[in-house]
């Protein structure tokens, strides 16, 4: 199975001599295409610099991360830009969307940003993805929490992208919001073998991937597949324990 995403031994240091703080320590993860994976781990555990290294946000301090066939470290930062817009899809807890426009066109504004007219059939090809069609027309302000979600998941997928990364993505949502959500997510992997790769902090959430990788102290500290939301909590319990 082809790897989407490829960290390899990815240290990343903030600061310097005794200051330094060293927020990942020599990570190594692979990604499938079509998988579903959840990060997880105490807090402080190095899941934001994950994300961030991971997506090109941030430069790791060494070692490698490759997506989708392109190691990020060798681009400039106009093709490393580039990548993340062409490539790589974004979700956040806050959903980011411009309130002056409709829900078609906050989804099309990546194209627009890449130079490129958004055709009205593709962004209600998405839009109808993501449950939405009739909704096209509405604004941020007339949209209920899970369907101003759900435009942004659109403005994510379409460009495409070979993996999205989703920060949080139901932590701003009601409880049977956010399984909606979570719902999609997974369909998405199943249906569309599009990549997903999930910061979270909820247990739920993490027990619809396909695998939950854990983090400690900058360190892989395992995985589970198939968890169920309680031994996903149990071994975050551990995790936190230890650290104690």
Do not use: W
Not at 42 to 71: H, I, M, Y
Not at 172 to 178: G, R, V
């Amino acid at each position: 199975m082809d790897e989407v995403v490829q960290l390899r031994s990815v240290r990343r240091v903030f600061g310097s001599g005794s200051g330094a703080v060293t927020a990942l320590d020599g990570v190594t993860a692979a990604f499938p295409a079509g998988s579903f994976t959840a990060v997880m781990g105490p807090s402080g555990s190095g899941k934001s610099t994950f994300l961030q290294c991971a997506a090109g946000l941030d430069r790791p301090t060494e070692g490698e991360v490759v997506v989708a066939g392109v190691e990020l470290g060798r681009l400039s930062e106009t093709a490393l830009t580039r990548l993340r817009r062409d490539r790589i899809g974004f979700v956040f807890q806050a959903f980011n969307l411009v309130s002056s426009l409709t829900a078609e066109q906050n989804v099309g504004l990546p194209l627009r940003l890449a130079g490129r007219r958004p055709k009205a059939d593709e962004v209600r090809a998405v839009l109808a993805g993501v449950g939405l069609a009739d909704r096209a027309r509405h604004r941020p302000g007339e949209l209920s929490g899970g369907q101003q979600q759900r435009v942004a998941i659109a403005r994510a997928l379409v460009t495409r992208p070979a993996v999205l990364f989703a920060d949080e993505p139901t932590g701003a949502l009601d409880t049977a919001t956010s399984r909606d959500v979570l719902r999609m997510l997974r369909g998405l992997a199943d249906e569309r073998r599009q990549t997903i790769i999930m910061v979270t902090h909820d247990p739920v959430a993490a027990s619809y991937a396909d695998r939950v990788v854990f983090l400690a102290d900058g360190r892989l500290a395992g995985e589970l597949a198939g968890a169920t939301p309680e031994q996903v909590s149990a071994h975050v319990t551990g995790l936190e324990a230890r650290a104690c």
